[in-house]
Structures are given as C-alpha cells and as structure tokens.
C-alpha cells in the first residue's frame, strides 16, 4: 500500500519536471493512494469522513435544489446523475492533492469536464502574439510592499458578475482591470460592458495578433485592451447590458464611460506582479482552471497543475498565509476574483497560493491605465 510519503515524493517529482500534465496524470496517481490511512487522514482531518458516493442520490437532490436545476427527460437526469457522481469522486481526487482548500459539490457538478471548459473557461489556448500597443512594464521598488492588500478593501472592485454558459471570461477579466484602473484615475468606480466587447471585438489582423477574439468562443485580454484602445473606450454596463450570447455590436461612442491610454505586460516575477498590482490596480491574469470546477474555499495550492492558460480572471489582491491543514504550512495566496457568479467558491473569488507560479497564474499578467472620458 502506497504511504503519504510515496505520494509526496511522487508529486515533488512531478512537479520538477518541465513538462505540463494534464489531469489524467493527476487523477492516475491518486489512483493508487486514495485507500491509504494518512492520506484519509489528511483529507478529513477536522472536517467529517463521509463517502458521499453512500449518499450520492440524495447530494444529487440537493444540488438540484439549491441551483434550481432541471432536466427535460428522464434520460437527461438519468445522464446527469451520473456525471454528478463521477464528480463526487473527482472532487475527493482533488482534495487529496490540494488539501490545504475545500472540494465538493459546486454548481458546476453535473457538467463533464470537457462540458465545462467549452462553456464556462474561453481563454484563446495557443500561443499569441502581443498587440503592437502592449508595453513591458518597468521594473519597480519592492522593498516597502505591504504585508497583505485588497483591492476591494479601497473601493476599486465592482461585484462579481457571472458569464454564464458564455466562453467570454477574457472580457471580464478585461473590464475588472479597466474598472480598476478607471477608478484609480477618476475616484469613480464604474461597471463596465462585457458584452460590447463580446459583440464588438472581431475585428484584427490574424498575422499581426496570432488570432482575435471571437465573443463565446473565446479571446485574450491583451486584445481587448487594444480593441479598447482603438475604439475610443468602453461603456457602462448599464447601457450595453450583458446577454452572455454573441450578438451585433451596437456600441454607441457617445455613450463611452472609460477609456485605455495603454496597457503593459509584467513579467513572471511574484514582487513584481504584487507592486504593480499595488500601483496600477487590479490586474488581468490568465490561469489554468482544472482545480476550480470542484473548488469551494480555503487556498489552493495544488501538488500538480498544468501551465496551460485556459481562463481569464482579475488579480485583485494577496495574503501573507492561508491556513493550511495538518503537514503543510501556512502559505501566502493571491485573492483572484472570477466570472462565476457569487455562488461559487469563496463569494466568487479564488484563493491560490504564491510563490511557484501556480497554475501558470503569473505567465500571463497585464495591467492597464485609464483616462477618464466625459459621457455625452
């Protein structure tokens, strides 16, 4: 029988590797763990041992309660239920090898994975190129960063908002940074459209930008920001209201709320990407998102995590440490607001551990500046 140790050993050694695993790997080497004591041990301790495989049906019934869903045939139940079961047992593989955060049932427990990466994720997968406008951040003083910021503690982060069945989380991620940034300019803080930018943001070079973004079928914030800069600005959430479908662009330029003077990417260093969030606002990171299906609270600091990008989310602040269970130390995370509505995860936000460069969290960061622009 495999011991705690054998997986830990396993996992640092996977962890060294340069190569990126998906989570095939991740499940099949749990997959010799998971009726070891330790490892139960460190999975339920201080939280009550139950196998909800035992108690599926009625964990079914209550998901379906609690999210109000409904199946239009018997058989489309029938499929559901046992997706929801298969994600039970996927939600334990994950709490084995992130246990310093809570896995279980989310909203998002009766869609297969490859279901919800089509419908909730929509960060453009391979390499792009940068736009012409993108600027290298400098490099700024670290020594005097303070202990723990929160953005939303100093007013410059609207509420979460949820894209729904959408492939459009580039876009949110796009005017959480933009509403950040406006807010800093003007004392303002504004929700902007998400959905202009579904709808609006078509138009680029694919030679010149490696490809452009497509609404629901996904985009990058980098592009967005050019989009942003090119077309004069963004308008109010109010008066460009999201539908989470694609649809025509109506953007009004007498309606611009705020506007982009530039935009520059931060290297993948940690006090880096902390000062300019402490200067610039709140920032635009891609992340992978293989964790968060089944993700509830805590800090995530997964053993394993691939580096591909998948999902676009706003870095909004950090911690010094977040508690940490049994063996494992209290680790400093960042505080990353996502595009899932309030009922997911920690009132919508994600916790994930700095320091490694966790699910690719710090590969792809921007920040952005705004100008205020007049509305008519």
């Known amino acids: 029988m495999a011991s705690f140790s054998t997986l830990f050993l396993l996992t640092v050694t996977l962890l060294s590797s340069p190569f ?9 080497v749990v997959e010799s763990v998971t009726d070891d004591p330790l490892i139960r041990q460190v999975v339920s301790d201080g939280v009550e041992a139950v196998d909800h495989l035992l108690h599926a049906e009625h964990h079914f019934s209550l998901f379906k309660a609690k999210y109000g869903k409904t ?22 593989r994950h709490q084995l090898l992130d246990p ?3 896995h279980g049932v989310t909203k998002f427990s009766d869609l297969t994975p490859s279901e919800f990466r089509r419908s909730h994720l929509g960060l ?17 003083p670290t020594n005097d960063l303070p202990t723990d910021f929160d953005w939303r503690d100093h007013g410059a982060v609207t509420g979460v908002k949820d894209q729904g069945s959408c492939g459009s989380c580039w876009s949110f991620s796009t005017t959480g940074a933009l509403e950040g940034a406006h807010f800093l300019s003007t004392g ?17 070079d694919p030679e010149e930008y490696g490809s452009c973004d497509a609404g629901c079928n996904g985009g990058l914030m980098n592009n967005a920001f050019e989009y942003t800069l090119k077309s004069g600005g963004l308008q109010r959430e109010k008066d460009y209201p999201y539908t989470g479908t ?15 003077s530039n935009f520059s990417v931060i290297s993948t260093d940690e006090d880096q990407i902390a000062a300019n969030l402490v200067k610039h606002g709140p920032l635009a990171v891609g992340i992978n998102a293989v964790w968060m299906q089944t993700y509830i609270g805590g800090v995530s600091c997964p053993f394993i ?21 049994l063996r494992f130390k209290d680790k400093p995370y960042w505080i990353i607001k996502n595009s899932w509505g309030e009922n997911w995860g920690e009132d919508g936000y994600y916790k994930i551990c700095r320091g490694h460069n966790y699910c690719g969290v710090d590969s792809m960061v921007s920040s952005v500046n705004a100008i205020h622009t007049i509305t008519q």
């Open 71 to 92: 199946y239009a045939t018997q058989e489309e139940h029938d499929y559901r239920f046992s997706v929801f079961k298969a994600n039970l047992r996927r939600a334990e």
């Open 20 to 28: 990126a695993f998906a989570e095939s790997t991740i499940e099949s």
């Open 100 to 102: 310093s955060a809570v």
């Open 188 to 204: 303002e803080l504004v929700s902007l459209s998400e959905q202009q930018l579904v709808d609006c943001d078509h138009e680029c």
């Open 124 to 140: 453009h997968k391979r390499r792009l190129k940068l736009p012409v406008d993108a600027h290298k951040a400098p490099v700024l």
């Open 305 to 325: 995590c691939a580096h591909h990008l998948d999902h676009g989310v706003l870095l909004v602040g950090y911690g010094a440490a977040g508690y940490a269970p």
């Open 246 to 260: 694609d649809g025509t662009c109506k953007f009004d330029k007498s309606k611009i709320a705020a506007s982009v």
